[in-house]
């Protein structure tokens, strides 16, 4: 069966992969969403995946409640220690370019694990997420060399080995940009900043990385 | 640190394996154990994991609230479906011993995928699960090659690789047994039967298993 699950955190990137998907695999094809509720700093990207995921019409969006998560790895990211703040910035000190404290230890591994599982038990032959370009300096699990490490472990499955895509993995955020403009994403419905309280701060590194980009692409962003 | 996030269902092979690993590592090692609550059809085995864990010295027991996780792969198990019925005996048919019916989607990357953020958050290097060669035959995510390729994608980590430990992953139940006799593990305060309403049924895969095992150890199986 044509189809495929993708991870939808709300944010800008998984948001054009999703109408991405759904464009590329055709108006038959079994498309789902799945985001997770792992117990990040705020809620206001899944109000906005909520929003992408009816857009896309998608068959199935799932909001795992997996707060879990966070109190399974609580300390070791401003993610998901509500007690750490949120640095100012994009500029990162040397020491800290190869794993940003924003890093959330393994999270990509854990969702892609249970995108796969439920990938599988539905039929559904990929799992597709946001990762790009423009976040491979810091995260390890946003790379070309661990989608296929990934691939490696899931092509095993003797009965229906579940594929991971990256579409974007070699594109830049201004790119992934354009590429929304052309699908007629709607940026506003969108959430990219770390603090959660709209208005976007405008100062995290995630929002210096957004405005940076938008501009990249010659274009306004419609949070800034 | 010297130390191990050990994957304890409360059966047999992960009981043994976390005396193992205590006494492997010494008595200063930094080991905890973890379960999960994933919706399987019976909490008997969170309750002998808890014994376990208490009689093994852990710093640290978590059961991980997860029961979402039935839920995502619901109908494709019949360990997460309890609608299904979990059938008798254990020869499969030819078409069912590449994957058994209680086979669970992509469920031992999920679970070792969470272990290994759990391992990394508290400094802790490896995750440890009691794959054994009895598993291999259907269990796609109980061979080496399976712990190999997660190693590959896990060994990309950029600050602190977590390494997965399968050290069962070429023995037979029997030698985890005597293994286990070795160890003084008190096999009653385990649990494998699939029904999970005491006493075990006797019938079920694993319960015709492990009475084999322990057959082929020369030992009576107190749960018997």
Redesign the interface.
Known sequence: MKGAVVLLSGGLDSSVLLHWMRRELGSEADVRALSFDYGQRHAVELDRARVQAVRAGVREH?I???R??AE?????SVLTDRQASVPDGRTLPDAER??PPTY????N??LL??A???A??VGVPMVCYGAHRSDAYGY??C?S??VR??N???A????QP?RVLAPFVTMTKAEIIRTGVALGVDFSATWSCYRGTPPACGSCSTCLERQRAFQEAGMRDPLA
Request: glycine share 2%; aromatic share 12%.
């Open positions: 799932r795992v409640p997996a879990f998560f399974l790895v609580s300390g070791a190869d794993q959330v230890p393994n999270r591994m854990v694990a249970l796969a599982a439920y599988e038990a390890w699990d790379t060399d661990f490490a990934m490696a472990v899931l095993q499955n003797r009965r579940v």
